[in-house]
């Protein structure tokens, strides 16, 4: 069956103290990016990866971090995380194409993080 | 800039059809997606427009007009399990290859009795 999966669903942590969401992938999909969902602000980027070690930056980068070292891993990392990183995260990947023809983005389950 | 907009919320009777508008204004532009989310769940695809006109899936259907910076998603014979947050997100292929997606806020669609 074709997913994605996160880890961890649920994280309750206290300012400053770093942590890592994994996200992983059994598609075989090149493109893979994390997102952030907020009430009223709906889903933002904030990083993607195009292939192995091939990262870039979305529209919400600050005080994150990503790794791209094997194909299905895409792992988020908070160095140093605040309470404004409070938020519902979700990974995603696309098949890449060279042409127009994308029929589906995978999201991931979610991870639901509370920053104290 | 990157500019999307739909309604926040709606409400329709089950049974009835439903039309879901999204507009944009983007500075790159290579398809319209649209997705269904659930509360506390991750978004589901329902559609991706490329090209202008309808395209129909089931009972739901999107149209996109590229020129117009306009896309609807059509629910036909609504179902109280279509009660669930809509939204509508712009790809775009950014030089060098990256994806980018757009979201709107979404559209909180209610199907009653």
């Known amino acids: ?116 | 800039g990157q500019n999307i907009d739909q309604p926040t919320e709606m409400t329709a009777t089950e049974g009835a059809i439903v039309q879901i508008n999204c507009t944009y204004q983007t500075s790159g532009f290579n398809g319209l997606f649209w997705y269904q989310q659930h509360a506390g769940e991750a978004p589901t695809f329902l559609s991706y427009n490329v090209l202008d006109g309808l395209e129909e899936k089931g009972r739901f259907s999107s149209f996109l007009s590229r020129s117009k910076g306009y896309s609807y998603l059509l629910l036909k014979e609504l179902q109280m399990k279509d009660s669930a947050s809509y939204l509508c997100a712009v790809h775009n292929i950014l030089t060098g290859g990256g994806n980018k997606l757009t979201f709107g806020t979404g559209t909180q669609l209610k199907v009653e009795l």
């Open chain 1, 1 to 116: 069956e074709a997913q994605v999966t996160q880890n961890p669903r649920y994280l309750i942590t206290v300012t400053g103290k770093k942590l890592t969401v994994t996200c992983s992938q059994n598609m075989n999909h090149e493109y893979m990016s994390w997102y952030r969902q907020d009430p009223g602000l709906g889903l933002r980027q904030i990083y993607y990866s195009m292939n192995v070690e091939v990262t870039d930056k979305g529209d919400v980068p600050e005080g994150y971090k990503v790794s791209r070292k094997e194909k299905r891993n895409f792992p988020l990392i908070l160095e140093s995380p605040s309470p404004n990183q409070t938020s519902l995260y979700f990974c995603a990947t696309l098949p890449y194409s060279e042409d127009s023809s994308y029929n589906e983005q995978f999201f991931g389950p979610g991870t639901r993080l509370t920053v104290l």
